[in-house]
């Protein structure tokens, strides 16, 4: 029993760091979820972390921020390019959020 206690925690972080990494394997990751998710964790680490606070932080209105975590925008590619930047999100991950978001689409 004692064996069982120590092997499930070792399994809860392999599945948790799994999880982190998660968009580097996904290539049908959408954007709107992942920024999203990168408001998300800013939150955790500051709880007083706004959307307005975060849409200064990629030099963009915060209503339109707003919309594209809904959905309700639709983003192009600049717009992706722009904010990977700002995020200083990996080349590989913009081509594969580019990849789901704009060329799909086409």
């Known amino acids: 029993m004692t064996n069982e ?8 972080a392999r599945n948790e760091s ?3 990494n998660r968009i580097e ?3 049908r990751y959408d954007f709107d979820t992942f920024l999203g998710e ?4 800013r939150r955790n680490k500051n709880s007083r972390f706004s959307l307005r606070a975060f849409a200064a932080s990629l ?3 915060p209503s339109d921020i707003s919309k594209i975590i ?3 925008r639709k983003v192009g590619a600049k717009t992706i390019f722009q904010i990977c930047d700002r995020l200083e999100i990996s080349d ?3 081509i594969q959020l580019l990849r ?5 689409e086409e």
């Open 100 to 104: 789901k978001n704009i060329l799909s």
């Open 18 to 20: 799994a999880g982190k």
């Open 38 to 41: 990168e408001l998300a964790s």
């Open 5 to 12: 206690l120590n092997i499930e925690p070792q399994i809860d």
């Open 25 to 27: 394997k996904n290539d």
């Open 70 to 72: 809904n959905g309700k």
């Open 59 to 61: 030099g963009m209105d």
């Open 92 to 94: 590989e991950i913009t």
